[in-house]
């Protein structure tokens, strides 16, 4: 029988992960950890030589911008949601912050005014790689809320997982709490755990988890090329619902 997969991405992320795994014959099980919700923010200046963002969620609020401004992002799904949006992309999506940063500084002066539609959550790579070259100025325009638990149908869910897919630091160590307050944290430690990076697994190993497996590439494909392998070394003998 073919495992069923556990995704702790937020509804938004998952949708479209959960429809590939479909179509590659898996069943999900959507458990996520977070709810995003868009923030009021307003900015200090009307005009910037360069808007950043590193998620789609940045588009999320309905605050005025200027949208001349050329916009920089990391990853194709920014790109295209701050199109929709009617920003003008002025370099191809960069794959990671630090990459952006590089891309900021070969493209605008020092100095150059730049607004960052930053997450509540986030890692400080690009503030730290700006703050001494830019006027950059940061914006909290979404927040990735941790939930404090799931409900009893996402617990039987997770029951009747047997790998877990994971494209975050921040989203591994809020499943493993998660399923240690639903009182499932020795299951969880002993599926198979498919993690995006070595940062993403290490909440994972922090826990003990016993079956890691790293995406050789912190991509999408990569990620599930490396679930039909581990797929086929665990497979399911648990009942479930498509």
């Known amino acids: 029988m073919t495992p069923r997969i556990a995704l702790f991405r937020a509804r938004e992320d998952a949708a ?3 429809a590939r795994l479909r179509r590659l014959g898996f069943s999900v099980a959507h458990l996520p950890v977070i709810e995003i919700a868009p923030l009021p923010f307003a900015p200090t200046k ?18 005025p911008l200027d949208r ?25 999506p960069a794959p990671d912050a630090e ?3 590089g891309t900021l500084e070969r493209m605008t002066e020092p100095g150059a005014s730049v607004l ?3 997450g509540r959550d986030r890692k400080p790579s690009l503030e730290t790689a700006l703050a ?20 009893p149908a996402e617990i039987r869910a997770l029951a009747s997982s047997a790998i877990a897919l994971h494209y ?19 299951q969880f430690a002993a599926m198979a755990h498919i993690c995006l990076s070595a940062d993403v697994a290490a909440p994972l190993e922090a826990i003990g988890a016993a079956h890691l497996f790293v995406a050789q590439r912190a991509d999408e494909p990569s990620l599930i090329a490396t679930l039909s392998h581990a ?7 648990r009942p479930y619902r498509i």
């Open 231 to 237: 797929a086929r070394l665990f497979p399911s003998d």
């Open 116 to 118: 960052y539609l930053a």
């Open 46 to 63: 009307e005009r910037y030589d360069a808007v950043v963002a590193t998620s789609a969620k940045a588009f999320l609020s309905d605050a």
């Open 16 to 18: 479209g992960s959960a």
């Open 168 to 186: 975050s630091r921040r989203s591994a160590g809020l499943a493993a709490r998660l399923a240690e307050a639903a009182g499932l944290s020795g």
């Open 132 to 151: 001494a070259t830019r006027a950059l100025e940061v914006v909290e325009a979404y927040a990735a809320a941790a939930r404090r638990g799931w409900r």
């Open 99 to 101: 990459r952006l940063a």
């Open 68 to 92: 001349a401004a050329p916009l920089f992002v990391v990853g194709a799904r920014t790109a295209r949601e701050g199109e929709a949006r009617g920003w003008r992309l002025a370099a191809p």
